[in-house]
């Protein structure tokens, strides 16, 4: 008896053993790139060497920057970062910081959601170039289901496929609780978050068992560190753009994916602009126990799994 628990022992102690070497083994980067008079921001992850890997850029929301959504690092939950599980996959995964988030250039007015796509552009060239790869795969989650959507309409030929997640509908809950707020936005270029408040995104329509108080506190933290001011520009394009995206202009291979309980999208919406998508290689993905900000929720590892074996699939 002693001798079988002495193995129990050692197998926990090599599982755990290769478990960190795996960890350990993701590499990062950080660059950044000239769009115009805007210097934007780019974080990358990878595992082993960056060359010779499929290319993912991720495109964060109208919250926070790209390092913060995708990088989220929990102390004892190691899997909560995007960036990590697609590295061990063995892609090469970069996050941009569009114009007045995180480490970008702040504009001291109000840019646009086509400024975004811009700044977007300049990033899939730049690691195009330096990659020497010939197109990327994508992946946009909220409001940057905009930009990256106007991208990928104006620039299909860059695109190798593309997931959409979480995208914003016109008559959903959250917008409907935005459009109040226009005057707001329309006079304020910058507004100021306490730390606190970036805990609410989790609760909306989600129930509170479908999510980890550490992971929300550890993503709050983060966001509030990095985000002194949160830029109203993305609120004003959408409780005034939106249908901003034709779908029968994305004809790259597209998958749309949300959350059970997510407030910006479900099927009533985003089936009809689905099945006008043209591409026939396309999927739709529900992700259960989960809501808005789904890849730090209880259904993450669905997300992640999904997300995975579309971008891993060979078409």
Known sequence: MK???????????????????QKSNIKSAESWVQNGEVRIYIWEKYTGSPKNKPVIILAHGSATAGKESFDLQVPGRPDFSVMDALAKQGFDVFALDVRGFGRSTHPTEHFTTEDAASDLNAVVDYVMRERNVPKVRLLAWS???????????????????????????????????????????????????PEQGWHGRFYSLTPNENNYPDVVDAFAKAAASIEKNTPTSPQLDLVTKLPMLDASKIVVPTMIIHGQYDDVADTKQLLPFFEQLPNPNKRYVIVPDAGHMMMLQKGHTIFQQAVTDYFSEQF
Not at 3 to 21: G, V
Not at 178 to 191: G, S, T
Request: charged share 20%; hydrophobic share 45%; proline share 3%.
């Open 143 to 193: 409001y940057g289901t905009q930009y990256a959507g106007l991208f990928v309409m104006a620039h299909p030929d860059k695109v190798d496929r593309y997931i959409s997640y979480a995208q914003m509908g016109i008559d959903s809950v959250d917008i409907a609780k935005r459009r109040p707020n226009l005057k707001m936005y329309q006079e304020k270029v910058y507004i100021q978050i």
């Open 3 to 21: 001798l079988k628990k002495n193995w129990i022992l050692i197998l926990l102690a090599l599982s755990c053993t290769c478990a960190m070497a």
